[in-house]
């Protein structure tokens, strides 16, 4: 009778070992926020357009370059690591972040109510702007200033839509088929003005230097790292590097260097 009773019970606290350890491996285990799976692989992975030139472009070596590029590539050496870009499109660069295939994107996201909804946004860290511009000795501040002018603009775009919606009665809108057609008629004097994006407007000013700028921002959408929910610490580690760098002037730089003015003032989220 003891030895059946022995037996019972090694039976038994076998049995509760076994389903203890069972338990202990199917218990959910707490993950790792990115920055600290960054810094224990010593990569960082940047999701990124490449065909958003010129924030996001395939340079000559076919390399992943621009605007955006130069952040990523900040970003890791701030962080102490090294980068990986990733080419992602506008459809998948928010579902390569949430199954992992990224760490981040850094892929001109603009912050909107809908996607802070799926992701955790950074501080911005670039804008894109569209702006009336004119010729430099046009007097236009504001939207008074378009009063008896006349404004081209591309057909059905942003800028027509904002142009519209602020021009004075008797300003004479002129649409054009694209913004190449705009621009030309910029050019050749068959507008005073243009509502264009900067980009745009950098390329007018490569072509014919000291003859036009901006006259006042139309609007101006800003763009953020945009990062897994529900990671404190990363989004902190990534918010410093953006303040840093705009502090020191090294995003207006990158800016300056491939959109042809300084980073706008940017507000922070």
Not at 134 to 160: M, N, W, Y
Not at 170 to 181: K, N, Q, V, Y
Request: charged share 25%; aromatic share 6%.
């Amino acid at each position: 009778m003891f030895k059946r009773h022995t037996l019972r019970g090694i039976l038994g606290a076998t049995l509760l070992a076994a389903c203890t350890s069972l338990a202990v491996g199917l218990a959910p285990t707490a993950s790792a926020e990115t920055i600290d799976q960054v810094k224990q692989k010593g990569e960082l992975t940047v999701g990124m357009l490449v065909d958003f030139p010129p924030y996001g472009i395939m340079n000559s070596e076919n390399k992943p370059d621009g605007y955006d590029a130069d952040v990523a590539k900040t970003l890791a050496k701030d962080l102490g690591v090294k980068v990986k870009i990733v080419p992602v499109t506008g459809p998948n660069r928010i579902p390569y972040l949430l199954t992992n295939k990224v760490d981040m994107l850094v892929a001109s996201l603009a912050i909107t109510p809908e996607r802070a909804k799926q992701v955790q946004f950074s501080q911005p860290y670039s804008a894109a702007q569209i702006v009336v511009f004119g010729g430099k000795d046009l007097k236009i501040s504001g939207p008074e200033g378009l009063s008896g002018k006349r404004i081209g603009v591309a057909r059905a775009s942003t800028q027509d839509i904002a142009v519209t919606k602020i021009a004075p009665k008797d300003a004479e809108i002129r649409r054009f088929d694209d913004d190449a057609s705009a621009m030309q008629a910029l050019l050749s004097g068959q507008v005073d003005a243009i509502g264009c994006s900067t980009t745009v407007a950098a390329g007018i000013a490569k072509r014919a230097p000291d003859r036009f700028d901006n006259k006042f921002v139309l609007l101006q959408q800003e763009m953020a790292v945009a990062i897994r929910p529900g990671e404190p610490e990363t989004l902190k580690a990534v918010n410093e590097v953006i303040k840093r760098n705009i502090e020191n002037g090294q995003f207006s730089k990158f800016y300056q260097k491939w959109l042809g003015s300084p980073l706008p003032e940017l507000k922070k989220s």
